[in-house]
Nanobody, 128 residues
Framework: QEQLLESGGGSVQTGGTLRLSCAAS????????MAWFREAPGKEREGVAM????????HYAESLKGRFTITYDDATSTLYLEMTNVKPDDTAMYYC?????????????????????WGQGTQVTVSS
């Protein structure tokens, strides 16, 4: 069974940089996709970025392109999210998730129900 553990969250000032990590275990699918989501107070969970783990190609939420970078280290089974030039609107709980079989491919990348396991989240707070 997949297990995901996020870390790296914290407080950062506007314009700063933060790198989130997600240690993954328990899945060996050759076509797995992983993603980062975030949920701010009073708002719905939204997709941030998605990556096909074996290839490394990625898809981003349009509003976040250019500021966030998702990567996956196959050697350590760790997913990363590099956040640059952060803004107060980036304040949220950030979650990683895994789609173990990737049957949908790039269709509906941020549909929560396609993901089979979720981490517990790591809080990011951006101050102005």
């Amino acid at each position: 069974q997949e297990q995901l553990l996020e870390s790296g969250g914290g407080s950062v000032q506007t314009g700063g940089t933060l790198r989130l990590s997600c240690a993954a275990s328990g899945f060996t699918g050759n076509n797995a996709y992983m993603a980062w989501f975030r949920e701010a107070p009073g708002k719905e969970r939204e997709g941030v970025a998605m990556i096909r783990t074996r290839v490394g190609d990625a898809h981003y939420a349009e509003s976040l392109k250019g500021r966030f970078t998702i990567t996956y280290d196959d050697a350590t089974s760790t997913l990363y999210l590099e956040m640059t030039n952060v803004k107060p609107d980036d304040t949220a709980m950030y979650y990683c998730a895994v789609d173990r079989d990737g049957s949908l491919g790039w269709v509906a990348p941020f549909m929560p129900k396609r993901y089979h396991a979720w981490g517990q989240g790591t809080q990011v707070t951006v101050s102005s």
